[in-house]
């Protein structure tokens, strides 16, 4: 599950209906990670996972401020993705049946192990994916009309990365993991948020790194030094 996320970041002021249907570019493949992510400065940006979408009426989230700052409409072509920079589009593919979109990152998420990518409801309609939930998917970054496009290294430099080490509820729990944390990353930040069952929740995090690569070395400590847990740390953004 998702939690909804009020924070107040990049407005994005741009109004997006375009639905992508043309066949895909050739273009130069990044190097990938073994998790299938690519995302070297002056690169376009691609990854394969699973794909889930939001905006029912029973999930709360419609009208929700997102990351960006703008209401969710799950009307709207927009997704959620942990870590692109806030504004830019990407092409989904659904790998199951082949038909693409063209969506705007506008929040972040989703946060569940596996998952790579919370469409919005108009967005999991166009791929077909309604009635089952999830699906597997491939995305790359592209422009507004659909082009493959590099992403940005001064762009991707203005939002850090952190690593979200758990999102918790009880105080005392968040008091004695973020003092067991300072003590070996140093300043541990919290986010409260609220879920859509109404319960106070904060969002523990470490770090703030401009480099990617800086970031993923923080969340295998950061796993290994709580792997008794059931602690699942990962590599989202300040914003």
């Given at each position: 599950m998702r939690w909804s996320t009020p924070r107040v970041a990049i407005m994005v002021v741009l109004s997006f209906t375009l639905h992508c249907t043309r066949p895909p570019m050739s273009v130069s493949s990044p190097a990938k990670d073994n998790q299938g992510r690519s995302w070297a400065g002056g690169q376009v940006y691609q990854e394969e996972g699973l794909a889930s979408w939001y905006g029912s009426e029973e999930d709360g989230f419609s009208g929700k401020p997102t990351a960006s700052g703008e209401s969710f409409n799950p009307e709207q072509y927009t997704c959620a993705h942990r870590t692109l920079p806030l504004g830019s589009f990407v092409e989904?593919?659904?790998l199951e049946n082949q038909r693409r979109t063209v969506?705007?990152?506008n929040d972040r998420g989703p946060f569940v192990k596996g998952?790579?990518?919370d469409l919005s409801k108009r967005g999991a309609q166009d791929l077909g994916f309604?009635?089952?939930?999830t699906t597997r998917i491939r995305i790359?970054?592209?422009d507004a009309m659909g082009q493959p496009m590099p992403m940005d290294p001064a762009l991707d430099r203005l939002n850090p990365y952190t690593v979200q080490v758990a999102a918790l509820t009880n105080p005392k729990n968040i008091d004695s993991l973020t003092r067991e944390l300072e003590s070996t990353f140093g300043t541990v930040t919290l986010q409260g948020v609220t879920s859509n069952a109404g319960q106070a929740v904060k969002r523990v995090r470490?770090?703030?790194y401009t480099n990617r690569q800086d970031a993923e070395k923080a969340a295998e400590q950061l796993a290994k030094l709580l792997k008794d847990r059931g602690v699942e740390p990962f590599i989202t953004r300040q914003r």
């Open positions: 989904v593919e659904n969506l705007r990152v998952r790579i990518l309604i009635g089952q939930g790359r970054t592209v470490v770090g703030s």
